[in-house]
């Protein structure tokens, strides 16, 4: 997997080594994740981001790690064997990506999400889905710009 995209960004396969990084990376930009429509305390959104890197771990995953000049500023984490929900056909699901704000707007997140669907079509996985935001306008254009179309919507109301 290792690749050379551009201005000194590849892309790798992440190893074990990366866990503490991505933990630390996911942990700063949780805040991304988060709905205004249903706030949670940072403490619980910390407690369930944990639960999923334990998830993700616990089985066969995809780790992608973009690098910039030797510097790692991105990770991806992506399911292969987790079908969906809905239809039970067999997907890439990435569980969860995450640039470092500084190195945002360079081809990081897209470098990495081309890194993960082209593993998902080595392993002849015939779709990707993800879950974002709606108020994340950046990843929802990253995303459509890569050919994402909305299939589901999670509607939410406050009582």
Known sequence: MPA????????????????????????RTLGDSVSTLRPAPAAMVRISFDRLLEL????????????????????LLMLD??????????QGFIAYMAVEPL???????RALLSAAENEAKARSL???ALMVTEENAAARALYEDAGYRTERR?????L
Not at 60 to 71: M, T
Not at 154 to 158: A, D, G, S
């Open 81 to 90: 064997q987790l079908p969906d929900e809905v239809t039970s056909l067999p």
């Open 126 to 128: 015939p779709y990707m």
């Open 154 to 158: 999670l509607l939410c109301k406050e």
């Open 103 to 109: 190195a945002r707007r360079g081809g990081v997140a």
């Open 4 to 27: 050379a995209v551009a201005d000194g960004l590849t892309v790798r396969a992440a190893v074990v080594a990366d866990r503490a990084f991505i933990g630390e990376l996911g942990t």
């Open 56 to 75: 993700v771990f616990s089985q066969p995953h995809i780790g992608v790690i973009a690098e910039r000049d030797g510097a790692r500023v991105g990770f």
